[in-house]
């Protein structure tokens, strides 16, 4: 049973940093693309970054220089280490794998940026 969750979000102002991570259980996970998106309110989901099981990274256009991801395949983690926040970064945050030609989510964690 595939299992996604995620934490490390919260209330940050703008400039500043948060890292999120994400605990997957119930798949190979060294052998599988991880993914971050974001889904704002009023908003649609959005893709943020994604880590091969090569190790090799993609970001939007939106978060690139600021955001970074990366995975720990002995504790079966991926992170996403958030700077300079923007407000516009506010949404919810999801970790997701495909898996056997199916997407699995997390239940999401909240980043908010306000001063």
């Known amino acids: 049973q595939v299992q996604l969750v995620e934490s490390g979000g919260g209330l940050v102002q703008p400039g500043g940093s948060l890292r999120l991570s994400c605990a997957a259980s119930g798949f190979g996970f060294s052998n599988y693309l991880m993914r971050w998106t974001r889904q704002a309110p009023g908003k649609q989901r959005e893709w943020v970054a994604t880590?091969?099981?090569?190790?090799?990274?993609n970001y939007a256009d939106s978060v690139k220089g600021r955001f970074t991801i990366s995975r720990d395949n002995a504790k079966n983690m991926v992170y996403l280490q958030m700077n300079s926040l923007k407000p516009d970064d506010t949404a919810v945050y999801y970790c997701?794998?495909?898996?056997?030609?199916?997407?699995?989510w997390g239940p999401g964690t909240q980043v908010t940026v306000s001063s």
């Open positions: 997701t794998v495909n898996y056997l030609s199916r997407d699995y």
């Open positions: 880590i091969s099981a090569g190790v090799r990274t």
